[in-house]
């Protein structure tokens, strides 16, 4: 039976680095706390063993006050790893001892890993390991997770230290709450409970998820006598310990005057007033890279996104004219040859032509996440957005909506309160995320050649203007609570690594092919047929009105009318479009590549199409068009996500309202002022 290892560890201390360098998996990494919400499992198989390590989430103590908190103690707790690795960022090292001081009351084997030791380098300082293995009691490694420096060593010395038993030691001991510690411990071990020290600890603290009989409850009481808050001077007895015992293995050469380079850029990079331009200028800089059309307005450069695009484009128009051949050629019927041309290549060949343009994004965007910057766009925006209703915590979990709505969603599991959890979930959905880059892409390709990059800037701009604006409204009218204060640290700067970079980008692009391959795919053999049979399930003329999507698309599109999009015939497969959006947002764009294709077109999935949207929409209509989209209900995945977590219909149902609502407004506004201007 393999070996189970825990990594435990403060948020942003390099566990899931860690994780991934040991398993070879692709966990998440990022720069913020809450990236890892709930455990994950791996395998590693070095050193001729196969161990089962867990991820935890992030955690500062063992006293439980958020959902991550209490996950990662009920593990370390009832399940009994055979192994706990204690990541410890030695940047902030005392306050990453602080767990350490908790887990070493546990009865689990441990061993300290002394993470981003090249940071302290950089910083002319030093860990005298030897010094704190003795301290501690337990074996201690230096590592750096991130350039895979002394992992061998670690797992190493963590299989002998498995195989050792261990016993609960405090840095408790020796203080005034020796006696009742030890009177809790005694009881607690003649009773056969499992980690008696640990319990006894947090039986004095007053923990309420650990049980405590009578004579348990009478000892606290009598103490309460004594300390007015029991938790606080326990809290205060650790890091006097830590200062006086741990602190002084830290070595330094440094003056301390001198400035890092981290906290040189800092005070440019996070500057009150330079912040939120800086922040912005990298921003549209990615997306100019991207969606421009001309590298920095020189005619006849395009912008590597562009040229990405231009490749994929003529590939997919290859493979177009080939399959449309060799049916020609075998004397395909009309419907075959309408299925696999018009509905299949044209509709998943419409979303997978924008997909390095979106590779793009996510590149640069792991770029600054994996050097540290993310973390100061995310202090940078709160000092803004609190004024707003919006937690500093809760930034975090927006952040994330850049990527995908659904782990966004379940990140909002680290907030403290009811009040936070609900409102972020409302508003994640107003932060583009990968899946509506395609419809971007396809609008910018075909009405804003020239400012393509200032168009998909401004969406995302739109998305954090309507977040903003909305989290006034719910503030103002739905959560009157006050905020929960919140405190951020800013992890140094350091290289990107190449490994995490293509990792990262390799999950979103398996993702998207895998999407492409099953829910695009059938949604567009549905859509074809939808579109090109009637009620009865005869086969009507190609995109007919008169179709099954003609017929449910004029029905309802009298509810978009007033936003510009929908003409006066075939207005209603923008309708339809909006519709299948719900199932994933890169449908729109295959929807729309089904709806706008015919058969007798020689490109399916290029410039014809492109060439055709051009002349269905104006710019005006297509903002308000794009505007819906983005703001309106999310996809089946992050809906279920969100119906999950907000644990209560009633909310549910309010999220959804909100978000029609919030769309319809916005894109009303944008088509009427747009057209006053134009």
């Keep these: 039976m393999p070996l189970k290892f825990a990594l435990a560890g403060n948020p942003n201390s390099g566990k899931t680095t860690l994780f991934n360098e040991l398993t070879g998996s692709t966990a998440h990494v990022g720069n913020w706390p809450g990236v890892t919400i709930d455990r994950r499992e791996g395998r590693y198989k070095g050193a001729g063993e196969e161990i089962d390590i867990v991820d935890l989430p992030g955690i500062y103590s063992l006293s439980p006050y958020t959902p991550e908190e209490l996950i990662a103690r009920n593990f370390i707790i009832e399940e009994k790893p055979d192994l706990i690795i204690n990541i410890v960022d030695v940047t902030n090292l005392e306050r990453n001892l602080y767990l350490t001081t908790q887990l070493l009351e546990t009865d689990c084997p441990i061993i300290v890993a002394l993470n981003m030791s090249d940071q302290l380098e950089k910083r002319k300082s030093y860990i005298d390991r030897a010094g704190l293995e003795m301290a501690l009691g337990v074996p201690v490694v230096g590592i750096s997770a991130l350039r895979s420096r002394g992992t061998d060593e670690l797992m190493k010395r963590a299989i002998s230290t498995a195989r050792k038993k261990r016993s609960g030691h405090t840095v408790l001991w020796h203080t005034q709450l020796d006696d009742a510690i030890t009177k809790a411990y005694t009881h607690l071990l003649e009773t056969g409970a499992s980690h008696p020290l640990f319990k006894a600890v947090k039986i004095i603290e007053g923990d309420i998820h650990v049980a405590a009989d009578d004579e348990m409850k009478r000892l ?20 006097k310990y830590i200062t006086k015992h741990f602190s002084r293995c830290l070595k330094t050469t440094q003056n301390q005057n001198e400035l890092s380079f981290s906290e040189k850029a800092d005070k440019i990079l996070t500057h009150k007033f330079l912040g939120i331009p800086i922040f912005l200028l990298f921003m549209y800089l990615i997306f100019h890279l991207t969606f421009g059309e001309n590298l920095f307005s020189i005619e006849g450069v395009p912008s590597p996104g562009k040229l990405m695009q231009g490749g994929a484009e003529y590939l997919i128009d290859q493979l177009a004219n080939i399959v449309s051949g060799l049916l020609e050629s075998a004397g395909a019927s009309d419907w075959t040859y309408g299925l696999l041309v018009d509905g299949i290549i044209g509709g998943v060949g419409a979303v997978l032509s924008f997909v390095p343009q979106i590779m793009l994004v996510f590149f640069f965007l792991s770029v600054l996440e994996d050097s540290g910057y993310i973390a100061r766009a995310a202090f940078i925006m709160d000092r803004l957005l609190r004024r ?50 395609p419809i971007y892409a396809l609008f910018a390709a075909a009405l804003f050649k020239q400012h393509s990059d200032f168009m998909v800037f401004g969406m995302y701009v739109l998305g954090i203007t309507t977040a903003v604006t909305s989290g006034i409204i719910l503030k103002k009218f739905v959560f009157k609570d006050s905020v929960i204060p919140f405190i951020m640290e800013l992890p140094d700067y350091h290289r990107p690594r190449l490994r995490n970079l293509l990792l990262h980008i390799w999950e979103k692009l398996k993702g998207y092919i895998i999407k492409a391959g099953t829910i695009i795919l059938i949604s567009t053999v549905v859509i074809w047929f939808l579109a090109n049979f009637d009620i009865t399930l005869k086969m009507v ?138």
Aim: proline share 3%; net charge neutral.
């Design 388 to 437: 707003f209703g919006l937690s500093g915590r809760s930034f975090m979990p927006l952040l994330m909506g850049f990527g995908c709505s659904v782990p966004s969603i379940l990140a909002t599991r680290t907030l403290e309160s009811d009040r936070d959890r609900r409102l972020t979930m409302i508003l994640i959905p107003y932060m583009s995320c990968g899946a509506k880059m």
């Design 541 to 678: 003329e190609q995109n007919s009105a008169d179709s099954i999507l003609g017929k449910i698309g004029n029905a309802i599109k009298f509810i978009f009318v007033p936003l510009g999009f929908v003409g006066k015939t075939d207005g209603w497969k923008s309708v339809v479009a909006i519709l299948t959006g719900i199932i994933a947002k890169e449908a729109v764009v295959s929807t729309l590549g089904v709806l706008y294709t015919s058969a007798a077109q020689a490109d399916i999935a290029g410039d014809t199409f492109i060439a055709t949207i051009a002349a269905t929409f104006t710019p005006v209509s297509a903002l308000s068009f794009m505007a819906f989209n983005l703001l309106s209900i999310p996809c089946v995945a992050a809906l279920s996500a969100l119906t999950s977590e907000m644990k209560s219909t009633k909310w549910t149902l309010f999220s959804i309202a909100f978000w029609v609502t919030m769309a319809w407004i916005v894109s009303f506004l944008i088509y009427t002022i747009g057209s006053l201007l134009i």
């Design 220 to 239: 606290r009481d009598d103490l309460k006598k004594e300390f007015d808050d029991l938790e606080a001077t326990v809290a205060d007895l650790r890091y």
